[in-house]
């Protein structure tokens, strides 16, 4: 009699009761099409008010969960296909089996593949895990082994070739396979035993952190401005980490600061000229003490233990201003300057290994892979010397002017010069690979990433090379003044310059997403990491041209974790 057949029996007499049922038992016996006119006789029969009844009885019956109705594997395959975060965060709000189906790491674990995001090797966090348990249709029990992973870089690594695949067995049933899925993760508890050191992995929480943080850089994060700790003096060096970000001044002075609030810790003193070179090396997790080497006008270097500011060493034996530096690791420093040699040094003994020469004027440029350091000279050549034997192995010309960048990756040796040229050698025999023409002006920048570089020069210009075809691939006129400073990764780039601006791009489009920061006098550096960027400037103070203030700003992109500190 329906769902409420008091109600029905109230409002009809016995005689209806016993035709209603009698009609009912007919309609049940009629086939499909019989059924199909009969209820359009019927519903041509009701007014407006029937018809509106009638569709509040259906509506409800036609909604069905078609994720619901499907095995999970196949629910998590349909899910697969949304490359949008912002449509699964929309999703997660329709039903509680919804929001329940999106917290399967698997999902989250292919997004992460897809939007290519790495793995915070020197930041390693603990992300909180997600049980939870769903049935389908057939109240069988999600497995979610892969929400509890262990994760490390390899087993991140070894996913990226393995994708869903939707394969017809030979029964041609519909079967999913996936790396994430219960395939392939029978094992994990025996895995979870045997890597019980590993922290355990959230895909789900990693994925939104670093789109997050995608997300303020790109609109713009957290600004903690210093103004009260320099004067109007030249910035020359700059290096930072997650704790500590070290500036060096043309005043003599390296000035400490705090990396997370930007208060200043320690100024460390002692170079009697300006500090034109520094470097710090630790701060890992298996070697937390942190070393620094400067270096500058007064031809001294100095080695610092830079988490108490106590200094160590003061090595001698340069005759002029030394202009580059860098370290191998805590022990071994390279030292360039302008009286044309290069000096390695010992740094945790404080003694000189070897004096490099062969440079016929100032050395302005260093890079170092493994046990070789490549220089660049205003001799118009650059050098590969063995570290351990003081050796040189091979001089590389071709420059008809000064050099001024320097990068070097163990493979292939990059030169940015005065001539406005770049070029590439090998640094197994020297030769010159290619000559990469294009700026119009000095080339004092480079960075080499794979077979990706980088060059910025005084034209304002910025040109992203394919080092693979030696072509140029991005051409960005990028400032109204000279390049004093760029860095890129996989996705971004972020250049300033002397025309005062900060500019953060798309390195894969060359599109300028926005500019950083509020246009100043000029930029002196900027350097950056994942999740904040340091950028030096000099400001100009009220109406006076001639008074200027040296400003530091600390970006931070990571406001999730920031507030959760």
Not at 337 to 354: F, K, N, P, Y
Not at 416 to 428: T, W
Not at 534 to 559: A, C, S, Y
Request: charge should be neutral; aromatic fraction near 8%.
């Amino acid at each position: 009699m329906g769902d409420n057949p008091a109600q029905l029996s109230s409002t009809l007499d016995k005689s209806r009761l016993d035709y209603i049922v009698q009609v009912k038992t007919t309609f049940q016996q009629l086939t499909p099409q019989q059924k199909t006119a009969f209820l359009s006789e019927l519903l041509n029969c009701c007014d407006n008010q029937l018809l509106a009844f009638v569709h509040t009885l259906i509506a409800p019956r036609l909604k069905i969960d078609f994720l619901k109705q499907l095995p999970i594997e196949l629910a998590l395959h349909v899910l697969s296909f949304i490359d949008d975060p912002q449509t699964l965060t929309r999703a997660s709000r329709v039903s509680h089996f919804w929001n329940d189906l999106l917290k399967d790491e698997s999902t989250w674990k292919l997004l992460c593949l897809k939007y290519q995001y790495k793995n915070y090797q020197q930041h390693p966090t603990t992300y909180p895990m997600h049980n939870h348990h769903l049935t389908n249709n057939r109240q069988q029990p999600i497995r979610n082994e892969s929400s509890s992973i262990p994760y490390s870089e390899d087993c991140y690594d070894n996913d990226k070739q393995q994708r869903k695949e939707v394969e017809m067995n030979s029964n041609n049933d519909l079967t999913v396979s996936s790396s994430s899925s219960t395939s392939t993760l029978s094992s994990t508890t025996s895995l979870q035993q045997q890597q019980q050191h590993l922290h355990h992995f959230s895909y789900r929480e990693f994925f939104k952190r670093k789109y997050n943080i995608g997300t303020a850089w790109n609109k713009g994060g957290d600004v903690r401005v210093v103004d009260d700790v320099f004067g109007g003096e030249l910035i020359t060096s700059l290096q930072f980490d997650e704790k500590y970000i070290v500036v060096g001044c043309d005043n003599h002075r390296i000035v400490v600061f705090d990396a997370q609030t930007a208060q200043k810790i320690r100024t460390l003193e002692g170079h009697e000229g300006g500090v034109w070179a520094l470097e710090f090396k630790g701060g890992e997790k298996h070697d937390p003490e942190r070393l620094l080497v400067s270096g500058g006008c007064d031809r001294d270097v100095r080695v610092w233990d830079l988490d108490n500011g106590r200094l160590l060493h003061v090595l001698r034996g340069h005759t002029s201003t030394v202009r580059c530096l860098r370290m191998k690791d805590k022990q071994i420093a390279v030292t360039g300057s302008r009286d044309a040699t290069m000096r390695v040094w010992d740094i945790q003994r404080g003694v000189l290994l070897h004096v490099l020469l062969g440079h016929q004027a100032s050395v302005r440029c260093l890079d170092i892979c493994d046990n070789v350091v490549a220089s660049g000279s205003y001799d118009y050549s650059a050098r590969l010397w063995d570290i351990r034997t003081g050796r040189c192995l091979h001089v590389l010309t071709g420059h008809h002017s000064q050099i001024y960048a320097i990068a070097f990756d163990g493979q292939k040796v990059v030169t940015g010069s005065l001539d406005s040229n770049i070029r590439v050698f090998s640094a197994s025999t020297g030769q010159c690979l290619a000559t990469l023409f294009g700026h119009t002006s000095l080339v004092g920048h480079l960075q080499l990433r794979g077979d990706i570089l980088v060059s910025g020069g005084s034209d304002g210009c910025l040109r992203v090379w394919d080092l693979e075809r030696y072509e140029c691939v991005q051409q960005i006129s990028a400032h109204d003044n000279s390049v004093t400073s760029l860095q890129f990764d996989d996705r971004k780039m972020v250049s300033g310059s002397a025309d005062g601006s900060v500019k953060l791009w798309d390195i894969r489009e060359g599109r300028l997403i926005r500019n950083i920061s509020q246009p100043t006098r000029t930029v002196w550096k900027i350097q950056f990491s994942d999740t904040k960027a340091v950028i030096l400037m000099q400001r100009k103070q009220g109406e006076n041209p001639g008074l200027n203030k040296t400003i530091l700003e600390l970006h931070n992109f990571d406001l999730e974790q920031q507030q959760s500190s």
